[in-house]
């Protein structure tokens, strides 16, 4: 078996790093991939542990130097996943598990194929996610307002993942993710098949 890449995509407020930590205490041998990323550090928030934080130079000075499996601008802040530490994870054949962006996903496919599991998590409607997102109390109205704006365009962008999960129940939803995660180890193109099948042919009947 080799590793595979199980991405998470969705809103910001849609619940996805409650989610993932769930899912890094449920399922053995897996590599949560932190995202680098040049905005500032909210309240409650651990340098290398919800994010590694740097400045603009630095990441950019990265993307010159070919060090991020994929990487994009949003709300004039960059975002980037760091390619060593996936490529490891994934020799040790681990379940790598990124929370990136509709452009990260796109990029990462292109690079990785069908190692990939992509999972896209939103909620019910607009009106929900901008309830959630002011309950949390860390953003503005103007920048909710553009949150709310980048989701109805990462909308348009569903059908290129290969599942949808709308989070109305934490625990129905971290089930159902749980699920997909588990069964994208028993993807064909996550085995390695030549050996599997020269091995088993090569057995005495």
């Known amino acids: 078996m080799r590793g595979n890449i199980l991405i998470i995509s969705g809103p910001s407020g849609s619940g996805k790093s409650s989610l993932m930590q ?7 041998d897996v590599y949560f991939s ?15 542990v919800n994010y590694h934080f740097t400045s603009k ?10 060090l991020f499996l994929e990487w994009a601008k949003v709300h004039e802040n960059y975002y980037g996943t760091s390619l060593k530490p996936i490529l490891k ?24 194929g069908n190692i990939i599991t992509s ?18 109390g860390t953003d503005s109205l103007e ?9 109805v365009s990462e909308m348009t962008r569903i059908r290129e993942y290969d599942y949808l999960i709308i989070n109305d129940n934490f625990e129905q939803t971290l089930t159902e993710l ?7 180890r028993h993807k064909v193109s996550a085995i390695d098949t030549e050996n599997f099948i020269a091995s088993w042919a090569s057995e005495e009947v």
């Open 22 to 28: 769930k899912v890094l205490l449920e399922i053995e």
């Open 89 to 112: 994870a994934l020799h040790a054949g681990k379940i790598v598990v990124c929370d990136i962006d509709v452009q990260g996903h796109k990029i990462a496919r292109e690079k990785f």
């Open 143 to 151: 920048t909710i307002d553009k949150r709310i704006s980048n989701a």
């Open 34 to 48: 932190i995202s680098t990323t040049t905005r500032s550090i909210r309240e409650g928030e651990i340098d290398g």
């Open 57 to 66: 130079e630095e990441f950019e000075a990265d993307i010159d130097n070919g």
């Open 119 to 136: 999972v896209f998590l939103t909620t019910q409607n607009q009106e929900i996610l901008r309830q959630r997102l002011t309950m949390r």
């Open 178 to 184: 749980l699920s997909i995660a588990q069964s994208s």
